[in-house]
């Protein structure tokens, strides 16, 4: 019972630390460009990850498993985060979580497609709410004109990625320690990250630092990346993946909440019935079935990055 109750206290923390990643990876871009703000955060979270994962005994790497690591990594970290971050400098944070946590409606697609997963009319209702709420959330974004339009395709992009790797883990390292998978695969995607710096955005320039940035960089990469990914393993070994992974339904929800609270982000009735739609959606896709109980587990894994 006291492992439970301490699963589930881990668990809250967890969905409000993701919840509120969203602010900092917005504000951060007042400071640095959206490639570069990632390869920080990453850094910061790939070094602390493989620290607990070498001093744990865990990190292990199979010689066969190179080539999808490195796919991984830029399909889950750079590709995922790269795509995001572009679409969010256009966009407020919390819209920006609720197109990024599509996710499991792809994830689902793609399953179908690549993991011969059957489809059941549950999910492929839930498929179509999904679908139909992306319109109200994007509604007020809209009458931005077509550079709105872009922000919202970059990260619509990313959910896309997030979800190809969730099918990369599920075909490939099922059985691998997810720890070691993070932390390589974060690793190689940092890596990634600071190719597209160096190519598409300025050096390293001493006026963009300050302690607001510090602080959301810190943020991200030591709480939002490190410590709720690990944190996120004890409460799953205590409750069970699939119980834990409702959870990840309230992140959105909450970006969306403190988006307008902390940014004075507006949120409309029809952006919220979009959401409503979009999350009811979620829901449905991830309800347990076939082939899903893993799937879930691997989203709620990788929500420690996004959020």
Known sequence: MGSRRQAWILLTGITVIWGYTWIPMKTGLNHLGPF??????????????????YFSGRLRLERGEV???????????????????????????GTSSILAYTMPLWTYLLAVFFLSERPNSGKLAGLLLGLAGLVGVAGPEAVGGMSAWKAMGLVL????????????VRARFSGKDKISLTAFQMTVGTVGLAALTLWFEPGFSPDRWS???VANLLFTGLFSSAFAFVAWFFAVSALGAGEAAVS??????????????????????IQAAGTVLVLTGVGLVQKKGQALPEERKDTAEKAADGR
């Not at 990840?248 to 009735?269: D, M, N, R």
């Open 248 to 269: 990840v339904l309230l992140v959105p929800v909450l970006a969306l909440v403190f988006g307008w609270l902390q940014l004075g982000e507006e949120i409309g009735w």
């Open 157 to 168: 992009v990313g959910s896309i990625c997030w979800a190809g790797s969730n099918i990369l």
């Open 67 to 93: 080539g999808w690591l490195v796919l991984l990594g830029l399909l889950q970290t750079t590709a995922t985060f790269g795509f995001w971050m572009a679409g969010m400098e256009r966009l407020p944070a």
């Open 211 to 213: 302690l607001d940035l």
């Open 36 to 53: 570069s703000f990632s390869f920080y955060r990453f850094l910061i979270g790939s070094v602390v990850l493989l620290s607990i994962a």
